[in-house]
């Protein structure tokens, strides 16, 4: 039984918007609480410029918690909790809500390591000409990131493209669903084979975008 | 100007404690350039960090201005840092802004509008000659270029205060004398008071008024560069002394001088005013003898002289005695017995 292009060929663009869709919402929201997960993360690092060694170690226990969840399992953990936010548990945007929270703590690890590899000299020098905290993280800490912040956040996107075909696994649409109900339960390689491409694809896209972006702002 | 009263500061607790400063009593004055040397890990870091607060002071008072920091609020702590510019060994540049960016800076923080803040980066740059790069990244700059950047910076809110740590320790000898003669321009043209912590006594010796040495986390001399310079205490500050002043002769070069003396050895001390008279040879001229310099060390300080000859005597017996005793009339004299004098 094989699928009829003709017909079948919107329903692939579709998919891959869905993708698209789950992707992009998923990096916008995560990008913004996982910087400031990141950000808080490194001020009340032991030394820094807003010790707090309560709210450092609550984070630091909470990222530990549930980064090493496989995001399969977290998705099917999560769902009742989803369903309690967004109504439903399947489509495209009930996806984006498991692949937020999972994705906001991988974005905080990201944020935190590239911070730390900020010289303390720089926030000492910025501490001197009388910069308060808050001045010191958008002024100082942001902008001397940006670079490898990019970079990293590029490769959470990868990663997020994964995510969210397992999505589609249990109900999110886009490619991931396709290549599994296509693919894998019907046994038509060549779906497979083209919603690969195009996952591949949209990888390179995500790659040379950030590539691009970060070394635009990398000034090392 | 800047004082500290009984300043300590402790790191750590109980069985990890560092005692980096211990009681210093200090007291930088009004358009000082006030040296503070000691080796690394004595505590002058620490100390030059209690004077804008990036370290708080575990007992003691510390006052800018004739003003108790200690009780500083917040905002007044702020207020306070921008009066008080700070240059480091490494710089410090925000890597991701240009030479532009990093010296306007602080413009901003303070809130000034933009065309002032234009106005006074133009101004800074041309005081430290970079007005070529100022649309560079830290990156691309010298290290000495990246100090004057550092420079222009601190200076741009106009402090009254600039505090150098370590400020020439990462630069080459040539480039070292630049900055130094930036830092003294600076004190001299800005009336802006500077205290400046290092581990090289030619820093010292070139531009500082005072000095402070410090050991083990306490001052252990103190006073005017020359005095200090001329009349060292500690064995510390006679070592760092050395470093710059070699007046010691070596001990094979010593040996073999003594085998070869034919008269008598002394080491002639000058102080200023009598190092332009033609002491020696009117003396020697009057007794008929002669005098052979074997070794000389005369050097300038605070734009006056000092330093000691050695000066082998060759004659009579009695009239070198003569001689000796005419000369010490004027100068100090020690006859060298062995190498320690």
Known sequence: ??????TFWPRIIQATGETVTMVLFTLIFATVIGLAIGLLLFVTRKGNILENRFVFLTLNLLINIIRPIPFIIFLVALSPFTRLIMGTTIGTAAAVLPMTIAASFAVARVVENNLVSIDPGIIEAAQAMGASPVQIIFTVLIPEAL?????GITFITVGLIDFSAMAGTVGGGGLGDLAMTYGYQRFDTSVMLVTVVILILLVQVAQFIGNFLSRLFLRR | MITFQHVSKTFGSNENE???VQDVTLEVMKGDIFGVIGFSGA?????LRLVNLLERPTTGEILVNEQSINTLSQKELRKLRSKIGMIF????LFSSRTVYGNIAYPLKLAGWPKDKIDFRVKELLAFVGLEDKEKKFPEKLSGGQKQRVGIARALATSPDILICDEATSALDPETTEEILNLLKKINNDYKITIMLITHEMHVIKKICNRVAVMEDGRVIEEGQVFDVFTNPVQKTTQNFIRSVLN???SSQLYEKLKKEQRGRMFRIYFKEGVSNEPILSRTCKKYDIDFNIIYGNINELQERLFGSLIVEFI????EVENVIADLEKIVVLKELVNNEG
């Open chain 1, 1 to 6: 039984m094989k699928v009829e292009w003709s």
């Open chain 1, 147 to 151: 670079g490898p912040l990019i970079l």
């Open chain 2, 18 to 20: 560092v005692k980096a």
């Open chain 2, 43 to 47: 505590g002058k870091s620490t100390l």
């Open chain 2, 89 to 92: 060994q490494s710089f410090n």
């Open chain 2, 247 to 249: 007046d010691k002769l």
């Open chain 2, 315 to 318: 004659g009579a017996p009695a």
